[in-house]
């Protein structure tokens, strides 16, 4: 199946690569500063096999469950102007259940427009040091265009007013991020389930084998 989808004004391609489970494995990762705070991270590794014989090993997350010989279905996304994409999900048709994990916004860009584009790239910078350079460079405008002067206490506050500016602008950009993540966590649910009404294949018995 291969559906595209306009997505914050970028098309998105998603398809899906089906087989049957051949092989798991799990695979635990420390993690953590020392030996007091490390933490176990449990994976699965999963081996899939498709009609034609080609082999694919995803890693996925341990609260995906799937056994040897269920069927499956991996969900892509990318940019069509994107000759690869991430995972963003994967349909067990033997157990009839769906995991989508888009990692954020997957193959979206946010695609910020002014003054949007502009914050967030200030941010890099911290808010505080570009309202400092905003409120310099807008003293000395006006003192040279409007011949006005100001004093220590006048350009601080130009400063925080520039700055709580900048802070309204990144919460609003923020926001904007969080519902472009939305709206790719919605699509790739319902790309799934429409995956999950395929009906359940049944294996070969060669492949069953292997």
Same mark, same amino acid.
């Given at each position: 199946m291969e559906l595209v989808k306009t997505i914050n004004g970028q098309e998105i391609d998603f398809w899906t690569w089906r087989g049957f489970v051949n092989a798991t494995w799990v695979v635990t990762k420390a993690s953590g500063d020392s030996a007091? &705070?490390?933490?176990?991270?449990?994976?699965?590794?999963? #081996?899939i096999v498709s009609e034609d014989g080609s082999k694919r090993t995803v890693t996925l997350p341990d609260s995906v469950k799937v056994a040897p010989h269920d069927d499956v279905s991996l969900l892509y996304a990318r940019k069509v102007i994107d000759e #690869? !994409? $991430?995972?963003? !999900?994967?349909?067990?048709?033997? *157990? !009839?259940? &769906? =995991? *989508?994990?888009p990692r954020g916004a997957g193959p979206v860009d946010y695609k910020h427009p002014f003054p949007f584009a502009l914050v967030?790239?200030?941010e890099r910078y911290t808010l505080f040091a570009a309202a400092l350079?905003?409120? !310099?460079?807008?003293?000395? =405008?006006?003192?040279y265009q409007a011949e006005?002067?100001?004093?220590?206490s006048s350009w601080a506050i130009i400063g925080i007013i520039e700055l709580a500016i900048l802070w309204l602008l990144k919460f609003a950009a923020n926001k904007r991020q969080a519902r472009i993540d939305? &709206?790719?966590?919605? +699509?790739? +649910?319902?790309?799934?389930?429409k995956t999950s009404y395929e $009906?359940?294949?049944?294996?070969?018995? $060669?492949? *069953?084998a292997a």
């Open positions: 007091q &705070t490390a933490q176990a991270k449990k994976s699965i590794e999963v #081996r #690869r !994409g $991430p995972l963003v !999900g994967i349909v067990n048709h033997t *157990a !009839g259940r &769906t =995991w *989508a994990f967030k790239a200030a350079v905003l409120s !310099g460079l807008t003293i000395l =405008w006006l003192q006005l002067a100001f004093s220590f939305q &709206t790719v966590v919605e +699509e790739i +649910e319902s790309t799934l389930k $009906p359940v294949r049944a294996q070969s018995e $060669p492949e *069953a």
